[in-house]
């Protein structure tokens, strides 16, 4: 069955810190990737997306996220946090050549920043 | 340039009730898909709507049906609420052909009583 799987439901990190936030796809094929920030009440924001092409994809607010096949992964990366990215962030997969309206997220990891 | 708007914002209802929610896409796109955020989880998609026909449908029973008008704004309507269906409804719109980036509205709170 397709799935994503985000392992950390909370992460605490100190401003400045770096993060990297997990994710973990089971799909028949590579899918299309994506992450997606929501805060408090909103709804999504897209921070990037990964199609085809080089592995490591630059995304909105200083985000990347890398590609693994062999790991069937895509983690998202920022160097340094901002208090201002506390938040819920969200692993999705979209089907290949799809019209991407049907994407199957995870669970979500909620990020605390510490001054 | 509006974004994807929702409507309305928040609402409360009875079991029983029916409920319709409203979602006019970003200007430019064609094609509407709705989904169901409970609280603490991920969104799950329940249905699709392009060229005003259902394309694609999630695992949601029928009481959770749609609509796409002419100008491809679309409604989701609950029938027989249950306490269950208390939670977010999003409304993300896009291009229907392939590898178009989908944008979401900020959603439709929906309690039921």
């Known amino acids: 069955a397709q799935s994503v799987t985000q392992p950390d439901i909370h992460i605490t990190v100190s401003e400045g810190a770096s993060l990297e936030l997990r994710c973990n796809y089971s799909y028949g094929a590579t899918p299309y990737l994506f992450w997606y920030v929501q805060s408090p009440g909103q709804g999504l924001q897209l921070l990037l997306k990964?199609?085809?092409?080089?592995?490591l994809v630059q995304g909105i607010k200083g985000f990347e996220a890398e590609f693994k096949r062999s790991q069937s992964s895509f983690n998202l990366r920022k160097p340094s946090v901002h208090w201002s990215d506390a938040a819920e962030y969200f692993c999705a997969v979209g089907e290949p050549g799809g019209s991407q309206g049907n994407l199957i997220f995870g669970k979500g990891t909620k990020l605390s920043v510490k001054p | 340039d509006a974004g994807v708007t929702q409507s309305p914002t928040h609402l409360i209802k009875t079991r029983g009730q029916q409920v319709t929610l409203r979602c006019s896409p970003k200007?430019?796109?064609?094609?509407v898909s709705w989904y169901q955020q409970a609280l603490g989880q991920g969104p799950q998609f329940i249905f699709q709507y392009y060229e005003e026909e259902e394309r694609q449908r999630g695992n949601f029973p029928d009481r959770f049906s749609g609509h796409q008008f002419p100008n491809y704004s679309s409604e989701l309507n609950v029938n027989a609420l249950l306490l269950g269906d208390s939670a977010l409804y999003l409304c993300?719109?896009?291009?229907?052909?392939?590898?178009?980036?989908?944008?979401f509205g900020e959603g439709s709170w929906l309690t039921v009583v």
């Open positions: 990964y199609f085809s092409g080089d592995t």
């Open positions: 993300a719109s896009s291009l229907y052909s392939s590898g178009n980036t989908i944008y």
């Open positions: 200007s430019g796109h064609d094609t």
